[in-house]
């Protein structure tokens, strides 16, 4: 099993540029989730799929979109990329919904915006 | 929306000594708390995890200890190693709903010096 896979590992973006970053997952898990993460902040959840056909914002969703494409694949699109975006991105699944189980990250994406 | 704070925000030991990284929660609601490591530019990694009907676990050289009153919990590491060196993050989840999700504290880079 590949576990977790994003693509791409590495973006350079040029500001108002779009994007959709790639996740898929091969566990049979139901939620699957997008977080960002900033020297000094931890890891901040931008936005959370608990089942297929559902989701839901996390604590920091403004500039960004998801689509869960089906049980296997979530997808993160910046519609008009701002510097304030540079940042690592891991997409994350778990079995279970509601956050009590888990938590499986993909190797992440370094974007860069300019 | 739950808040965790974790500290301290860097911590050094010499090999062979012990490290405690500390956490509070703001929701009594909360009822399960994972601990992850993240090494250097690596994915993080579920290494302990607890949930609220229980005082203590410990794995190995790895010990979480929980306190429901005082809503904090700490993760102890015995005998450390220079490969103990990485980021250390806690969360904390409300169970019992798929909207659950996890709040991660800031992290802690701990360095074991040889």
């Known amino acids: 099993n590949a576990g977790v896979t994003q693509t791409p590992k590495f973006q350079v973006l040029k500001t108002g540029q779009s994007m959709t970053l790639q996740c898929a997952q091969d566990?049979?898990?139901?939620?699957m989730y997008w977080y960002r993460q900033d020297p000094g902040m931890g890891l901040r959840l931008i936005y959370y799929s608990a089942s297929e056909g559902t989701t839901d914002k996390g604590e920091v969703p403004n500039g960004y979109n998801v689509s869960r494409l089906n049980k296997r694949e979530f997808s993160l699109r910046l519609e008009s990329a701002a510097p304030s975006q540079t940042s690592v991105y891991f997409c994350a699944s778990s079995q279970l919904a509601g956050g009590t189980d888990t938590q499986y990250f993909g190797p992440g994406t370094r974007l860069t915006v300019l | 929306g739950e808040n965790v704070e974790q500290h301290p925000s860097t911590l050094s030991v010499q090999e062979g000594d012990s490290a405690v990284i500390k956490c509070t929660y703001s929701d009594s609601a909360s009822n399960y708390f994972p601990w992850y490591k993240q090494e250097l530019k690596k994915r993080p990694q579920l290494i302990i995890d607890?949930?609220?009907?229980?005082g203590e676990k410990k794995d190995q050289r790895i010990a979480v200890t929980l306190n429901k009153t005082a809503k904090h919990f700490s993760l102890h590491i015995t005998e450390t190693q220079p490969e103990d060196s990485a980021v250390y993050f806690c969360a904390a989840s409300i169970g019992g709903s798929t909207l659950g999700r996890l709040y991660f504290g800031r992290g802690t880079q701990l360095t074991v010096w040889p």
């Open positions: 566990m049979n898990h139901n939620s």
């Open positions: 607890i949930r609220s009907n229980v």
